[in-house]
């Protein structure tokens, strides 16, 4: 099936963050069924770069599992903004669960309590509220701030990657009454695993995951356009048990979409349904995002030849 796919006319794309940080780039791959998205990190070795691309063809070639459920409850994902603006985000997004960023800089715990407190109270007591530090605690820290953080939130559901390798999870892990979430790799240490299906290699891949772990599972964006993001929907409506809101509403991190706005996903009432294809790009917006600057042209070419090459 790959032998059907013109990877030398894949588009690449470039779309700004909405709040300036910088600019998600990556391919687009069309297959016979349909789309996918190749858009692998910075930093990403070569094996990850490999399921990334396994990811990216799936769709579009043997397709996705049948979902379980045609509908997915989404947590809105909030950046490291100002309370007011947290606030806003939340109150639009019709979502009952927010993953709120923290430790984004070493001393921003004041304001992240001061966001945090802001989510809490617009979403009430019913809502529910997650923390996402990105692995930038130590262990000292981590231990201090969930303590500070959960007391702010009125509860946390759990945070997501407080530190960065699986000996400090477990170490935040034993001093913390609040569950730690992280991937899949560092499933002993942690009580929640995070699934992306990028970085897994695929839905069906994922799936084999969560099944051979049997912790509950999160499923979260890794920051893909609506066409990337219909994978992690597809994953969520295919897991035999879903206890959490899934990061999946993270299209309103970006300033702007490749599809037509009709099919962006963004959550209604909370939602996002599931597909059994992403959207079509536009060609008006592929053209609108494109990346023309030689040297990156040239490195995402080269990226997806040392892929394909072993995938």
Not at 22 to 43: D, H, N
Not at 255 to 267: F, H, K, M
Request: charged share 25%.
């Amino acid at each position: 099936m790959k032998a059907m796919i013109d990877f030398d006319a894949t588009p690449i794309f470039g779309i700004p963050m909405a709040d300036g940080s910088g600019v998600r780039e990556g391919m687009l791959i069309e297959g016979p069924q349909g789309w996918g998205e190749f858009s692998p990190p910075p930093g990403c070795d070569h094996a990850e770069d490999v399921r990334w691309l396994t990811a990216a063809v799936e769709g579009g070639t043997v397709g996705w599992p049948d979902p379980r459920r045609g509908r997915i409850p989404i947590a809105v994902v909030l950046a490291a903004v100002d309370a007011a603006s947290a606030r806003r985000t939340v109150g639009a997004s019709g979502c009952l669960t927010a993953e709120v960023t923290v430790a984004a800089t070493p001393d921003s715990l004041a304001d992240d309590v001061e966001r945090v407190a802001a989510v809490r109270d617009e979403l009430g007591p019913r809502g529910r509220i997650r923390l996402n530090a990105n692995g930038m605690w130590n262990v000292e820290d981590a231990a201090r701030a969930i303590g500070i953080l959960a007391e702010a939130a009125a509860g946390v559901e759990f945070v997501a990657d407080p530190c960065r390798t699986t000996a400090e999870l477990a170490a935040v892990r034993g001093r913390v009454d609040v569950p730690i979430a992280a991937r899949a790799s560092c499933a002993e240490a942690v009580d929640v695993v995070i699934l992306r299906s990028g970085p897994l290699g695929g839905v069906r891949r994922a799936l084999r995951v969560a099944e051979r772990l049997e912790l509950p599972c999160v499923v979260s964006s890794s920051g893909e356009t609506s066409i990337g993001l219909a994978a992690g929907l597809a994953l969520a409506g295919a897991l035999p048990e879903l206890p959490y809101a899934c990061a999946l509403g993270t299209v309103t991190l970006l300033d702007g979409d490749l599809v037509a706005p009709g099919r962006s996903l963004r959550p209604v009432d909370g939602h996002l349904p599931v597909a059994p294809t992403p959207a079509a790009p536009v060609p008006e917006l592929v053209r609108r995002f494109a990346v023309t600057d030689a040297e990156r042209v040239d490195a995402w070419r080269r990226r997806l030849r040392s892929a394909r090459a072993t995938a």
